[in-house]
């Protein structure tokens, strides 16, 4: 197959530093990294012929910072000095064909970045990406091919979202607003839930992970996500001895809840289910067990999902240099809404019901990337 280099096509030129001012009818948009994301905050800068801008023709990628090597396209205003605007002989090929192949080298244009601090595109790497020439019928096939893939993934990952919405609303519609308490529940303690003082999780040094399937797999704050471990489950494993095993093995209706991290994620917890082999956790956590006479703990984990339990967390976090915590004592004092057993046991079974519907869409979201991720490789790579 023929290719040409984007250098021979192509024009590429640096955006101009911006001055943003209030919507006007003078004004045009203001293009930022994040519109390149499909981000909703739009802004304006004057129209002035000083500055770069590009039409809805044009590719437009992130030239330095974090997002270096970010693309996006469909968009027309003044682009800024993080950015540049490719502009493309759209004779020979469809702009967005472009794009896409452009997207798919996200990792080459990182990894070709040059600048110790801010990293920045290496105009020369950017210039030397190969096109194929594909007759402008076929490039505008694949598009159609790509978007519609891409399409389907975003209305599976919108049902998930979705069903989390149901779960979230079921919750305040039979339980009230934890807050104000509108339906008079009990209210205890966490620490009276506990058959035992909360457990800090395994240390180990990075010499102790193992390779392959050696050692015990360690569960680590990035193994989930809103009361709920990530499927599929991938995790580390480290040497343990048997006491080790023992002290911070990992049971069923087990919570773990993250003790030090950033702020924004202090606190996030997960229900422990299903897993496969014995399981340790990770220094920044702690382990809960709680009596299932009083309290569920598929009830609770989503009771330390609310606004109303982080308010408390904040309440007691110790902030430091890029994180903060909570210890033992902290979480024990959560105020917990204690609700009639009998009515967390049919939150419960709703939850499960509507888990059996996410696992389905979770799945259809994994055919579907690989099915996006196959595409992009048979025609761009």
Not at 36 to 44: A, P, T
Not at 180 to 187: A, F, H, L, S, T
Not at 346 to 374: C, W
Request: with cysteine; proline share 3%.
């Amino acid at each position: 197959m023929n290719k040409i280099k984007l250098e021979d096509i192509a024009t590429i030129v640096k955006g101009k530093k911006v001055e943003q001012i209030e919507q006007s009818s003078e004004a045009i948009r203001y293009i930022q990294i994040e519109d390149l994301r499909n981000g909703d905050n739009i802004k304006f800068c004057e129209a002035n012929a000083k500055y770069v801008t590009a039409n809805e023709e044009d590719i437009i990628i992130a030239w330095d910072g974090a997002n270096a090597g970010t693309v996006g396209f469909g968009l027309s205003g003044a682009i800024g000095s993080t950015l540049a605007k490719i502009r493309i002989n759209n004779e020979i090929l469809d702009p967005r064909f472009v794009g896409l192949l452009l997207r798919s080298k996200f990792k080459y244009l990182r990894n070709s970045c040059t600048g110790a601090t801010i990293p920045h595109i290496n105009r020369k790497s950017l210039e030397s990406v190969e096109i194929p020439l594909l007759p402008l019928v076929v490039q505008r096939k694949i598009i159609n091919i790509i978007d519609t893939t891409a399409e389907m993934h975003a209305m599976r990952t919108k049902q998930l979202a979705e069903l989390e919405n149901v779960i979230i609303s079921t919750f305040y519609y039979m339980f009230g607003n934890p807050a104000v308490n509108d339906k008079g529940w009990e209210v205890r303690k966490l620490g009276e839930l506990l058959k035992e003082s909360p457990q800090n999780g395994l240390y180990k040094p990075a010499s102790e992970y193992t390779n392959g399937t050696l050692g015990q797999p360690i569960l680590r704050i990035d193994s989930f996500y809103n009361g709920e471990l990530k499927q599929p489950l991938n995790l580390k494993r480290l040497n343990c001895t048997q006491r080790e095993i023992d002290t911070y093995l990992l049971c069923e209706n087990d919570i773990v809840i993250n003790r030090v991290n950033s702020i924004e994620y202090l606190g996030k917890c997960a229900l422990i289910t299903g897993l496969s082999e014995d399981t340790v956790f990770e220094s920044n956590m702690m382990r809960l067990k709680v009596f299932n006479s009083i309290i569920n703990p598929a009830y609770l984990t989503k009771f330390l999902c609310t606004p109303y339990v982080y308010n408390q967390i904040l309440c007691h976090a110790k902030k430091a240099v890029n994180q903060a915590s909570i210890n033992q004592k902290d979480v024990q004092n959560f105020n917990i809404l204690i609700p009639p057993l009998s009515l967390q046991n049919h939150f419960v079974s709703i939850l499960e019901s509507i888990n059996e519907q996410k696992k389905i869409v979770g799945k259809a979201i994994g055919e579907t990337q690989y099915l996006f991720d196959s595409l992009m490789s048979e025609y761009f790579d």
